[in-house]
């Protein structure tokens, strides 16, 4: 079983920047894709962003594209959301998460088997 643990959140002003840090343990973390999802209050959990095992591959919902970058550093065991240009709808509890299945790529949080405990994103205008 996987350990993730999130950090970086905070309180911040639109237009400002944020990056989070996800640091994962107890599993090859090289072999596997990772993801990062949001949930607003009152809203659904949703994706935001997930990259491949190697890094080669990354993909974004439409509403963080252009602003939001993913990462991972797999001799740290640590996968990264650079996010510019923050807006009030970004406000949300960030989620990193571990895809289920060896080198497969998922957009969808049921993909994800393992998850952390979330770090708060608040942006005000």
């Known amino acids: 079983q996987v350990q993730l643990v999130e950090s970086g959140g905070g309180l911040v002003q639109a237009g400002d920047s944020l990056r989070l840090s996800c640091a994962a343990s107890?599993?090859?973390?090289?072999?596997?894709?990772m993801g990062w999802f949001r949930q607003a209050p009152g809203k659904e959990r949703e994706f935001v962003a997930g990259i491949s095992s190697s890094g080669i591959t990354t993909f974004y919902a439409d509403s963080v594209k252009g602003r939001f970058t993913i990462s991972r550093d797999n001799a740290k065991n640590t996968v990264y959301l650079q996010m510019n240009s923050l807006a009030p709808e970004d406000t949300a509890v960030y989620y990193c998460a571990v895809h289920r299945i060896r080198y497969a790529l998922g957009s969808s949080s049921t993909d994800f088997g393992s998850w952390g405990q979330g770090t708060q994103v608040t942006v005000s205008s």
């Open positions: 107890g599993r090859t973390f090289s072999s596997y894709a």
